[in-house]
Nanobody, 112 residues
Framework: QVQLVESGGGLVQPGGSLRLSCACS????????MGWYRQAPGKQREMVAG??????INYADSVKGRFTVSRDNAKNVYLQMNSLKPEDSAVYYC???????WGQGTQVTVSS
């Protein structure tokens, strides 16, 4: 059973930063293609950023220039979020590409 465990969410003021982490328990190959998604109340889950096969990185237009996705050699993926806005508030999930594996989510709230 693959487990994805997110951490790093919290409450932050507008303009602040947070760093989310996701620990993947699958193989290095499986964990090499992962994405971050978010879901706000009443809205559909949307892709935020991802590291795909071959090291391809993509971002949602709404976070380009503010968020950075990265990974290490230990099957962890990170999401550095800077210049946070209230509209970034959501539950953030990590996901293995092409699978039904999702983490439990971590809440990010941007509010003054």
């Amino acid at each position: 059973q693959v487990q994805l465990v997110e951490s790093g969410g919290g409450l932050v003021q507008p303009g602040g930063s947070l760093r989310l982490s996701c620990a993947c328990s699958a193989s290095i190959f499986t964990c090499s293609a992962m994405g971050w998604y978010r879901q706000a109340p009443g809205k559909q889950r949307e892709m935020v950023a991802g590291i795909r096969r071959g090291g391809i990185i993509n971002y949602a237009d709404s976070v380009k220039g503010r968020f950075t996705v990265s990974r290490d050699n230990a099957k962890n993926v990170y999401l550095q979020m800077n210049s946070l806005k209230p509209e970034d508030s959501a539950v953030y999930y990590c996901h293995v590409d092409g699978s039904n594996y999702w983490g439990q989510g971590t809440q990010v709230t941007v509010s003054s």
